[in-house]
């Protein structure tokens, strides 16, 4: 039996491809859980669809009476490992390059103190560290 609905479809392939089909259910009941956390999030994303209620309900449903449960259940698969690393390398270099962005200390040319530093003692510091001192009123 075929069946043209998407939901349907995604689970026909799941299965026919090896994977568990209740992972469908798993992905769905995390949207809701993360629709929870942040109201609007997903429901921007998936706003011509049913809710994830209806959706989750749909799925379990079909999932108990089309499909058959497969003694076993492909669990991963090289290229799956291939992608997550990737992604997992995509995301490391991002974060690495936030960090590099932020305030600096910005000196004054030649003569080590830092801009705006009204003090008439023109000798640099010796190590070259900013110090914060008071003005007076």
């Known amino acids: 039996m075929f069946f043209y609905d998407p939901v349907v479809l995604?689970?026909?392939?799941?299965?026919?491809?090896?994977?568990?089909?209740?992972?469908?259910?798993?992905?769905?009941?995390?949207?809701?859980?993360?629709?929870?956390?942040?109201?609007?999030?997903?429901?921007?994303?998936?706003?011509?669809?049913?809710?994830?209620?209806?959706?989750?309900?749909?799925?379990?449903?079909?999932?108990?009476?089309?499909?058959?449960?497969q003694p076993q259940y492909v669990v991963t698969t090289s290229e799956f490992q291939e992608v997550t690393q990737q992604l997992a390398r995509m995301v490391n270099a991002r974060k690495g390059t936030s960090e590099k962005t932020g305030p600096t200390l910005r000196r004054s040319p030649g003569n080590g103190r830092t801009q705006g530093d009204d003090s008439d003692n023109s000798k640099p510091d010796q190590d070259e560290r900013p110090t914060l001192k008071r003005r007076n009123p």
């Open 10 to 69: 995604g689970l026909q392939y799941l299965y026919k491809a090896g994977y568990d089909p209740t992972a469908f259910v798993d992905f769905f009941e995390r949207m809701e859980a993360m629709e929870k956390r942040k109201p609007g999030t997903v429901s921007q994303l998936f706003r011509s669809h049913p809710n994830m209620a209806t959706r989750i309900k749909f799925t379990q449903k079909n999932v108990q009476e089309l499909l058959n449960a």
